[in-house]
Nanobody
């Protein structure tokens, strides 16, 4: 049974930092590209960052470029999203997802390419 389990979401003040984790099980993890997505209240889910299975290349949307860092540890079957300088507009439920096809930057915008999804973790940025 495939599972992706996110953790690390919390309430944080503007300007603060958080690290989200995504633990995978039941898949050949190193063969999957991983994406982080988020969905704010009343908005569509959007891609935030993704990391390639082939060479670990990383891709970000403009809104988080320079503030967020995605990384992976294949030995531990973990993916992380380090978030700095958080803003109220970063408030959302954050999801990780795994895609067998390594479409690199295209995976930021092709949610239907993902084979497995986690249940999400809430990030709230507020004073």
């Amino acid at each position: 049974q495939v599972q992706l389990v996110e953790s690390g979401g919390d309430l944080v003040q503007p300007g603060g930092s958080l690290r989200l984790s995504c633990a995978a099980s039941g898949i050949n993890f190193e063969l999957y590209s991983i994406g982080w997505f988020r969905q704010a209240p009343g908005k569509e889910r959007e891609g935030v960052a993704c990391i390639s299975s082939s060479d670990g290349s990383t891709y970000y949307i403009d809104a988080v470029q320079g503030r967020f860092t995605i990384s992976r540890d294949n030995a531990k079957k973990m993916v992380y999203l380090q978030m700095y300088s958080l803003k109220p507009e970063d408030t959302a439920v954050y999801y990780c997802a795994a895609a067998r096809r390594d479409l690199r930057v295209l995976l930021l915008h092709r949610q239907n390419e993902y084979n497995f999804w986690g249940q999400g973790t809430q990030v709230t940025v507020s004073s």
